[in-house]
């Protein structure tokens, strides 16, 4: 029998293979037959954070190493790490680096 613990593992991989979209704690319990009440508490206990603010940190990660590594476009950048909004991404990447994507890729370059 496998254990939350070991669930939530398994969740988190799903998750960050699946940046890009959009998943409900409704469907992870689903898919993964276990109890959205459990499945928060013990990914909170294991991981340190929510379930969204854990992948929030996976989704800005990527993007940073997306506008340091490659010329997308920042619309681009911003679809491939799951916003659909280029205005909500902006704010969720200066929030967390303190600068907006294009100050970053420019630092970034100015760096190399």
């Known amino acids: 029998e496998i254990t ?5 593992h398994l969740i988190h991989e799903y998750l960050t293979e699946h940046l890009s979209e959009r998943i409900t704690i409704e469907a ?12 928060k508490k013990i990914f909170k ?3 340190g954070d929510s379930v969204a ?8 990660e990527k993007a940073a190493a997306l506008l340091k590594n490659t ?3 920042v619309l681009l950048v911003a679809k491939e790490t799951g916003y659909d909004s280029q ?3 902006t704010a ?3 929030n967390e680096y ?3 994507p294009t100050e970053f890729r420019r630092q970034s370059k100015t760096k190399m």
Do not use: D, P, Q, W
């Not at 939350?4 to 939530?8: I, L, S």
């Not at 319990?29 to 109890?35: A, C, G, P, R, Y």
């Not at 603010?53 to 800005?60: G, N, Q, T, V, Y």
């Open 4 to 8: 939350h613990k070991e669930t939530v």
């Open 28 to 39: 992870l319990s689903k898919k993964f037959h276990i109890n959205t009440t459990t499945l």
């Open 45 to 47: 206990e294991v991981y």
């Open 53 to 60: 603010a854990h992948i929030k940190k996976h989704r800005l």
């Open 71 to 73: 010329e997308k476009s």
């Open 87 to 89: 205005s909500r991404f």
């Open 92 to 94: 969720a990447f200066k």
């Open 98 to 100: 303190g600068m907006l």
